[in-house]
Nanobody, 119 residues
Framework: QVQLVESGGGLVQAGGSLRLSCAAS????????MGWFRQAPGKDREFVAR????????YYADSVEGRFTISRDNAKNTVYLQMNSLKPEDTALYYC????????????WGQGTQVTVSS
């Protein structure tokens, strides 16, 4: 099993920045990729960004491309999401997820961290 704990959410004004962290523990050797997802009230959960655990293969949703940056620190078993130029529509509960294989079935999920962007 892999455990994921997110942190770093909060309230920020439009145009501001936040950095989310996701610390992985347990059988981290099973991780193939890490991703960030978000869910706004009344909406489906959506993909934000992902990165291969060993590096490379970084992908972003069109809505965050150029504003968000995903990175990882394998020594700390942590993945980050740097969010710049935040917009009110970025307001959501942000989840970290881990996949064990290239099929990206997102086997493990964190509890989520709230990001609220005020206009």
């Amino acid at each position: 099993q892999v455990q994921l704990v997110e942190s770093g959410g909060g309230l920020v004004q439009a145009g501001g920045s936040l950095r989310l962290s996701c610390a992985a523990s347990g059988r981290t050797f099973r991780i193939y990729a890490m991703g960030w997802f978000r869910q706004a009230p009344g909406k489906d959960r959506e993909f934000v960004a992902r990165v291969r655990w060993t590096g490379g293969s970084i992908y972003y949703a069109d809505s965050v491309e150029g504003r968000f940056t995903i990175s990882r620190d394998n020594a700390k078993n942590t993945v980050y999401l740097q969010m710049n130029s935040l917009k009110p529509e970025d307001t959501a509960l942000y989840y970290c997820a881990a996949a064990e294989s290239v099929f990206l079935k997102w086997d493990y999920w964190g509890q989520g961290t709230q990001v609220t962007v005020s206009s």
